[in-house]
């Protein structure tokens, strides 16, 4: 099983850009899907997380200007990041926290990493 992360890129301050994190193999079943980020000489942070029922998170200073969703169908999980601002300048990394395969069940999954810049 691979998380394969994609959408980030450069945005000026105010501008939106949306995250994509796609699970790849024969997977029957994902539990909650998240995404972190870490800036430079910062630690990794809990951004967003949604559960297997969609009950949805946010770190407080992301509500209401980012939206987490998941399209299971897809085995994807989004982050729509709305009026972005320079201090959300990070590498965005998704997290599954248990996936089922036909390999098995494999917990804390996570994904390559997006760079999201953010200029002012």
């Known amino acids: 099983v691979q998380l394969q992360a994609s959408g980030g890129g450069l945005v000026q301050a105010g501008g939106s850009l949306r995250l994509s994190c796609a699970a790849s193999?024969?997977?029957?079943?994902?539990?909650?899907w998240e995404w972190y980020r870490q800036a430079p000489g910062n630690q990794r942070e809990l951004v967003a997380r949604i559960s297997s029922t969609g009950a949805s998170n946010y770190e407080d200073s992301v509500k209401g200007r980012f939206t987490i969703s998941r399209d299971n169908a897809k085995k994807t999980v989004y982050l729509q990041m709305n009026s972005l601002k320079p201090e959300d300048t990070a590498v965005y990394f998704c997290?599954?926290?248990?996936?089922?395969?036909?390999?098995?069940?494999?917990?804390?999954?996570w994904g390559q990493g997006t760079l999201v810049t953010v200029s002012s």
């Open positions: 193999g024969t997977i029957f079943n994902i539990g909650a």
């Open positions: 997290h599954a926290d248990r996936i089922a395969s036909a390999r098995g069940y494999n917990v804390d999954n």
